[in-house]
T-cell receptor, first 113, second 114 residues
Framework: DAKTTQPNSMESNEEEPVHLPCNHSTISGTDYIHWYRQLPSQGPEYVIHGLTSNVNNRMASLAIAEDRKSSTLILHRATLRDAAVYYCILRDVDDSGNTPLVFGKGTRLSVIA | DVKVTQSSRYLVKRTGEKVFLECVQDMDHENMFWYRQDPGLGLRLIYFSYDVKMKEKGDIPEGYSVSREKKERFSLILESASTNQTSMYLC?????????????FGPGTRLLVL
């Protein structure tokens, strides 16, 4: 799987939007972009994923650059419960499906009240 | 909702003990995984299994073994626990991870080896 680069940490004020960047300059045409997050003292949980088009769900939005070399996870209104480590992961759609996701170190998001 | 449960949230063992960490999933998933997580090192894959009685080594299998006798259960075994195996252990399961499949994680077991 291609490599991703994320900032180690970010900070946001409560109720403001948060843009979490991810660079993946070596992404291949068949790589999906996945985002997971890990709340304190819990296992990671799925947030969102996409291939080329921007995606929205109840948790977040995913904006994918036109060249797909970067993406941004958008939390529209950060709450204290959004404080977590956010992981950006690439997954090849042609993969057999049996190999696991590879987690990097992610971005630790702090939310200030 | 998918549920992945782990037998203990916290565990304290002594050096040299044999330790069993159990993981059960209730969604008939084919794949199951064991990771450990340490500060500054992120999640590292220990072993995974894509079918009953099948197992594959991950990045750091040394000192561990696994067992998958039933589809819903995946056990991680520390044959002789050592202090450097003190860590948070996370189990996960999924259907085959094509494009959009999600990997579901348990709450983790925090193991302390004295």
């Amino acid at each position: 799987d291609a490599k991703t680069t994320q900032p180690n940490s970010m900070e946001s004020n409560e109720e403001e939007p948060v843009h979490l960047p991810c660079n993946h300059s070596t992404i291949s045409g068949t790589d999906y972009i996945h985002w997971y997050r890990q709340l304190p003292s819990q296992g990671p949980e799925y947030v969102i994923h996409g291939l080329t088009s921007n995606v929205n769900n109840r948790m977040a939005s995913l904006a994918i650059a036109e060249d797909r070399k970067s993406s941004t996870l958008i939390l529209h209104r950060a709450t204290l419960r959004d404080a977590a480590v956010y992981y950006c992961i690439l997954r090849d759609v042609d993969d057999s499906g049996n190999t696991p996701l590879v987690f990097g170190k992610g971005t630790r998001l702090s939310v200030i009240a | 909702d998918v549920k992945v449960t782990q037998s203990s949230r916290y565990l304290v063992k002594r050096t040299g003990e044999k330790v069993f960490l159990e993981c059960v999933q209730d969604m008939d998933h084919e794949n199951m995984f064991w990771y450990r997580q340490d500060p500054g090192l992120g999640l590292r894959l220990i072993y995974f299994s894509y079918d009953v009685k099948m197992k594959e080594k991950g990045d750091i299998p040394e000192g561990y073994s696994v067992s998958r006798e039933k589809k819903e259960r995946f056990s991680l075994i520390l044959e002789s626990a050592s202090t450097n195996q003190t860590s948070m252990y996370l189990c996960a399961s999924s259907q085959p991870l094509h494009s959009g499949e999600t990997q579901y994680f348990g709450p983790g077991t925090r193991l302390l080896v004295l």
